[in-house]
């Protein structure tokens, strides 16, 4: 697609112009259009910053300006293969009722002024000191920064975000240690790193090259925003599978498949060498 490199100036006529044919790839009509908080990709004191940027949503892309002029593309996201996941408030869940024991619900040794009571934030056990120092972000509950736990909670929701590919402060180093290379490769292009600053209105963007997370002001522009992006990635979906119904591929009985071997791991699945009627085949 033809659009202004990432900080040249763009002739507005290629940002603006419509297409006599309306199918046409270099369709660049905006969508949607509006001001959005991004997470840059710069760290101060350890953070990442946030900026507002206008957002225009093209037919299969996303691009964002420093402002609503339009003349300098920062960057930009292709929507074909991107998935969008949107986060709670917090507060906008319920959270679970903590417990008013007298005593540790683990051990049973009592709160005193030496022994304070603590809560896990995710099943509100009362706990003292040793049984709640684990640490750990509870997207969930609208949680992004962490906050304290028990053991069993920690490992149920270290669990689930393994199992979502959410990459988090807490986990980011047992991700990288993980112990299978294949494991690696396939968490670099499947996991989604969450912000280590708690925002309202939060969601993201999510392509096999990059991840845009962004925020709203309101709670009722962030569910426009997220609408409309759906709307064209199923558009989107929906026009690539007609697609390939006009263009029907050969069906191979795969038991006829010999000398199978995995040679590589790419970004939409793994691809093997195998041999089909004694001629060398590739297959996704």
Not at 181 to 199: A, D, E, G, N, Y
Not at 233 to 241: P, T
Request: proline fraction near 4%.
């Amino acid at each position: 697609m033809l659009r202004a490199p990432k900080g040249l100036k763009a002739a507005t006529s290629m940002i603006w112009s419509r297409p006599s044919d309306e199918d046409s790839i270099l369709d660049e009509t905006p969508v949607f259009q509006g001001w959005i908080n991004k997470q840059g990709g710069g760290r101060r004191h350890g953070f990442k910053n946030w900026r507002r940027r206008w957002f225009v949503l093209r037919r299969d892309c996303l691009d964002y300006y420093g402002n609503d002029s339009k003349l300098f593309c920062l960057g930009s996201i292709d929507i074909t293969r991107a998935i969008i996941r949107v986060f709670p408030n917090q507060g906008a869940v319920k959270m679970p009722d903590w417990e008013l024991r007298e005593d540790c619900h683990v051990c049973n040794t009592k709160f005193g002024l030496t022994n304070r009571r603590h809560h896990c934030r995710s099943c509100g056990w009362s706990l003292c000191q040793n049984h709640s120092k684990w640490m750990i972000e509870i997207p969930k509950l609208g949680i992004c920064t962490p906050v304290r736990v028990c053991r069993e909670c920690f490992l149920k929701v270290r669990k689930e975000l393994e199992e979502s590919s959410l990459v988090t402060q807490s986990t980011e180093q047992a991700f990288r240690e993980s112990e299978f290379s294949s494991r690696r490769r396939s968490m670099s292009r499947k996991t989604i790193t969450l912000p280590s600053v708690q925002k309202p209105n939060l969601f993201v963007v999510k392509s096999p090259e990059r991840e845009l997370w962004l925020h709203t002001e309101q709670h009722g522009q962030m569910k426009d925003w997220v609408n409309a992006i759906k709307k064209q990635i199923s558009a989107l979906q929906s026009a690539e599978a007609k697609d390939v119904a006009k263009n029907p591929q050969w069906q191979i009985d795969f038991k006829s498949l010999s000398n199978i071997k995995q040679v590589a791991d790419g970004a939409f699945g793994v691809v093997y060498k195998a041999s089909l009627w004694g001629t060398p085949v590739a297959v996704k």
